[in-house]
């Protein structure tokens, strides 16, 4: 329904009276427009009420529900019949409210009736109470003395069976006659419970209690310790390690006897004593007596004493083999369940710190380090008698190979030792120690021969040939084996692979490996001696040839080998080409003495390449006594002679250097040194005549000399006869070779 339609539109004839209908055409009187003001407030109040407003919405709502129409009729009697309805509405509200004012009357009248009747109930409640009070508290007090009781009665029983032992059961751990069983265990895992809990009796008001029971519980642990450490002792005499099926008793008993470390130790001591006896009886069986193996009988080891390397091979690896299986079966017996056994040293060292060495020390038990020291008592006797018998085979052999060949032995068994029983153990220390006397032995050797070849000077000639001497090529030998032997060895490819890595040459220097004192002792004396015998030798010549084969021997032998030339390649190859200096020096001197070059060197001496150019006079040449034209025609004879053969005899100047390849490359820096000087010479002997006036074609070094040949045809007898005089006293036709020339001959 729409809002506008109540009023009438703006502008018909029933909306205004024909007063307002033109107001400018009359005047109006102040009634009339006072009316007039109101009206039009009026209007533009309502025009300017936003119908959008919830009011004016919910009003027209409620003029639309009530189906009003628009007439004028109906809009003066709207207003009162709306305050009609209010009215009707508020008087049935005041009736309303009239109802509940009667309610609430009568519900005041039964909130005082119930009033009353609480208070007389609360007075019958209180009486009661005062009534019943002394009986409550009696029957309070009552429960609490039962509930006390109780407790007690609990805590009386819990303390009775966690506290008190039966006879019977005590019987059991102290009785000789009773078995060791899980019934012992099992009394003593209690015994050894209430021991460890009386401590907090003690702690108690009354301590007279806990200290009974503590004394007793300690009498009957002490009692139990003992019998098991006598049945312990006892089943270890007849006990087999070889058995796999070692009894579980044993390893249990092991455990808790741990808890005491002084009877376990003590246990541990007559146990070592007793495989002590076993392993040595059963080596000494092993090198006398043959071993019945089915229908072939194995052969005792002193059946091959008479080769130390195999004797004594068969008995490290017979200590060897028995130390595995002594290890495996103590393992068994020891460790097989876990850390108990170190659990129980544990707190026996704790229970009884007097046991410790060290009052500082930790309370810690190493399992394997026990057993590899008790595997190592277990064999002090097989230790002992391998030492004795190592020594004495030692001693009485002299090849110092062999010997060495022992030394690798022990090496390797003593890194197998250390890992299996520990690097500290008796058997690691004991073939360190092996080893060390057997290369003292090696080394005793190697000194006693130095010895005997110094007293014999026939050994210490040089050889005609200047080759090695033969006590070097002897001692070399010897050192090949030795080095392949060192090779062989786990130890020598270690430190193959250390050496032949990626270091500098000042760190291969000072590289030290184990093969080094074999080194100083197999190899240095030796070469010692035979460097020194090339003081008998008259030429120095002779000496450095000599030298020079023994370094080079030398080399040659220990090159292959990289941890021998670690520390003894560089001093060599540094001697080397001092040699090589020497003998190139000797080869340059022979080819020019042979050549008659020396000659003109000489006396071009002080026309040496120091002197600047300025101060030379080349003029003085031709007077020298060298470069007389007979005297220079029979050096270039002499040069020409040479010349054809002159590499080949070179080469044999040199021929006892046992290095084909060093003497070529010797040979070839003497022959370059030799082009050198004689290019020297020949500057000379140039600048000589062109300082007389005596030119040189400039078609060649020689092309004057074809020009005097052929200049009686070409410059008439004038000019030949002036080439004729220059022929005469020209130094370059009497000395035709040139440098190119010598160096195709003598490449």
Not at 685 to 702: F, H, M, N, S
Request: aromatic fraction near 6%; proline fraction near 4%; glycine fraction near 4%.
């Amino acid at each position: 329904m729409a809002t506008g339609s109540y009023f009438p539109p703006s502008g018909t004839a029933s909306s205004l009276s024909p007063r307002t209908a033109s107001p400018a055409s009359s005047p109006l009187s102040p009634p009339l427009q006072q009316r007039s003001n109101a009206l039009s407030n009026r209007l533009t109040s309502v025009l300017s009420v936003s119908y959008a407003d919830s009011d004016i919405r919910d009003a027209l709502e409620t003029l639309s529900l009530r189906g009003v129409r628009n007439t004028a009729e109906v809009r003066r009697q709207l207003r009162l019949d709306v305050q009609k309805e209010v009215v009707d509405c508020n008087a049935e509200i005041v009736r309303d409210f009239g109802n509940v004012a009667e309610q609430l009357k009568r519900i005041g009248t039964v909130i005082s009736s119930l009033k009353e009747t609480c208070d007389e109930m609360r007075k019958h409640i209180v009486s009661a109470k005062q009534d019943t009070n002394p009986i409550l508290e009696e029957a309070s007090a009552l429960l609490s003395r039962k509930k006390e009781a109780e407790t007690k009665q609990h805590l009386l029983d819990a303390f009775t069976k966690h506290f008190i032992v039966s006879d019977d059961e005590l019987l059991v751990l102290a009785s000789a006659e009773e078995p060791i069983n899980d019934k012992f265990f099992d009394v003593l895992a209690r015994v050894r419970t209430v021991h460890r809990d009386c401590e907090a009796l003690l702690g108690a008001e009354n301590e007279r209690l806990g200290l009974e029971l503590m004394e007793k519980s300690s009498r009957s642990l002490n009692s139990a310790y003992q019998k098991l450490y006598r049945w312990i002792q006892k089943e270890f005499k007849s006990l087999n390690l070889e058995d796999p099926r070692i009894s579980s008793t044993i390893r249990r008993a092991l455990r808790v006897l741990a808890e005491r470390p002084s009877l376990f130790h003590s246990c541990l001591d007559f146990f070592a004593e007793a495989r002590d006896y076993v392993l040595s009886d059963s080596f000494h069986y092993a090198l006398t007596d043959a071993v019945s193996g089915g229908d072939n009988a194995v052969k005792p080891i002193e059946f091959s004493a008479h080769d130390p390397l195999r004797y004594i091979g068969d008995m490290l690896a017979w200590v060897h083999s028995t130390t595995v299986s002594e290890r495996e079966a103590l393992e068994a017996l020891f460790v097989a369940d876990g850390e108990e056994l170190a659990k129980g040293i544990q707190a026996g060292l704790s229970s009884e710190p007097w046991s410790r060495i060290n009052e500082d020390e930790a309370i810690s038990f190493d399992g394997q380090k026990a057993l590899s020291d008790l595997v190592s008592r277990d064999l002090i006797g097989v230790a002992r008698s391998l030492r004795q018998r190592v020594e004495l085979v030692i001693q009485g052999h002299d090849d110092p190979v062999t010997c060495y060949k022992v030394v690798n032995l022990l090496s390797f068994y003593q890194t197998t030792f250390a890992k299996l029983v520990g690097p500290h153990s008796n058997l690691a220390e004991l073939l360190q120690a092996l080893e060390k006397f057997t290369l003292n032995h090696f080394q005793t050797l190697m000194r006693d021969e130095v010895s005997k070849i110094s007293t014999d000077h026939s050994a210490l000639a040089p050889p005609e040939d200047l080759s090695a001497p033969q006590f070097l090529l002897d001692s070399l030998e010897v050192l090949t084996s030795l080095m392949k032997t060192h090779e062989a060895s786990l130890d020598g490819t270690q430190e193959q692979n250390a050496s032949s890595g990626s270091t500098t040459t000042g760190e291969q220097q000072a590289i030290e490996n184990k093969f080094t004192p074999v080194l100083h002792a197999a190899l240095d004396p030796f070469f010692n001696l035979a460097k020194a015998s090339a003081d008998e030798l008259p030429t120095s010549t002779a000496r450095a040839i000599y030298l020079t084969n023994i370094h080079i021997t030398t080399r040659l032998t220990i090159s292959p080998f990289p941890f021998a030339t670690a520390t003894h390649l560089q001093p060599i190859s540094t001697t080397l080409s001092a040699l090589r200096l020497t003998l190139l020096e000797i080869q340059h001197k022979y080819l020019l003495k042979t050549s008659g070059l020396q000659t003109l060197l000489t006396a071009l001496a002080s026309f040496s390449s120091d002197t600047s150019v300025e101060k030379r006079d080349l003029s003085t040449v031709p007077t020298l006594p060298a470069f007389q034209p007979s005297s220079l025609i029979a050096t270039s004879q002499q040069l020409d002679d040479f010349l054809p053969s002159a590499l080949m005899d070179a080469t044999e100047n040199l021929k006892r250097v046992q290095s084909a390849a060093f003497v070529k490359s010797v040979t070839e820096e003497a022959v370059e040194a030799f082009v050198r000087d004689f290019e020297f010479v020949e500057g000379m002997i140039l600048g000589a005549d062109e300082g007389r006036g005596v030119g040189v074609g400039v078609g060649g070094q020689i092309d004057g000399v074809d020009r005097d040949r052929d200049g009686g045809e070409e410059g008439g007898e004038d000019e030949g006869e002036k080439e004729g005089e220059e022929e005469e006293t020209s130094l370059r036709r009497l000395f035709p070779r040139t440098t190119g020339e010598i160096r195709v001959l003598l490449s």
